[in-house]
C-alpha cells in the first residue's frame, strides 16, 4: 500500500439525465446523458505519486468501473412470490 499524504480532497460530481413520456401512457423513457468528476487534491507528495493514487481511486472505484465499462444487468420480478415477467403482459390501451 501507498504512503502517500493527501492533505485535502474535494471531489465533485455532476450525473445528467433526462425523462420523456408519461407514466400513466407507460411511455415514460428515462435516460442518462452522461457524468462529469472533478477531483481536487492538496498534498506536498510528487506529482506521480499523487497520480499513481489516483489512477488506483479510480481503477478500484466499482461505480466508475461499471459505467466505464457496463456490465449486464440481471433483472426478476415477483408478485406475491410468483416470478413475472413485466415485459411479457399486455400494457394498457
Known amino acids: 500500500m501507498s504512503k ?3 492533505d485535502k480532497a474535494r471531489v465533485f460530481v455532476k450525473a445528467k439525465f433526462k425523462s420523456e413520456g408519461a407514466v400513466l401512457k407507460e411511455t415514460v423513457k428515462a435516460q442518462g446523458l452522461g457524468f462529469q468528476t472533478r477531483l481536487e487534491l492538496d498534498s506536498q ?3 506521480e505519486r499523487v497520480a499513481a493514487v489516483v ?4 481503477n478500484g472505484c466499482y461505480v466508475l468501473q461499471s459505467i466505464l465499462n457496463p456490465v ?4 426478476k420480478f415477483t408478485l406475491n412470490g410468483a416470478e413475472f415477467d413485466p415485459e411479457k403482459l399486455s400494457k394498457k390501451a
Do not use: D, Q, W
Open 72 to 75: 449486464p444487468v440481471e433483472r
Open 4 to 6: 502517500t499524504k493527501i
Open 55 to 58: 489512477r488506483n481511486a479510480e
Open 45 to 47: 507528495e510528487p506529482v
